[in-house]
């Protein structure tokens, strides 16, 4: 071999062992335009009536407003944490808060869901 074939191997492996480190220790959302946004963009809420990190919204609930949903190797970082849902699935809580999106908002930018039943609420960091 010689040494640029090395050095390349070197690099992709180095790579390889890399990646994985920097996709766990990304937190779930971001800020955009003074709120929480999820990787695609779309604005995250939260829920009035959930309480003590535990998502009461289910069946109907939860295809309206989708769990953002947290993989079970997903850990906690900064005011993010990882809650079990009563599916035993699991989401992501914004300071013990669950976090969801909303089924009517299509693109990025979209918030229709703020103020819903006087219960939904998109989250201000």
Not at 4 to 16: D, H, P
Not at 42 to 52: E, P, R
Not at 89 to 94: F, I
Request: aromatic share 10%; hydrophobic share 35%.
């Amino acid at each position: 071999m010689t040494y640029s074939t090395v050095s390349w191997k070197a690099l992709l492996v180095t790579a390889a062992l890399t990646l994985p480190t920097l996709a766990f220790a990304a937190e779930p959302a971001m800020t955009h335009d003074g709120l929480l946004v999820d990787h695609k963009g779309l604005t995250l809420y939260t829920f009035d009536k959930d309480a003590g990190g535990k998502s009461v919204c289910k069946d109907q609930c939860a295809t309206n407003w989708p769990p953002l949903k947290a993989e079970s190797t997903d850990k906690p970082t900064g005011d993010w944490t990882v809650i079990t849902r009563d599916d035993q699935t699991s989401q992501w809580a914004y300071k013990g808060k669950p976090v969801y999106t909303y089924k009517d908002d299509h693109k990025a930018g979209d918030k229709t869901g703020d103020g819903k039943g006087g219960a939904w609420h998109v989250i201000k960091p």
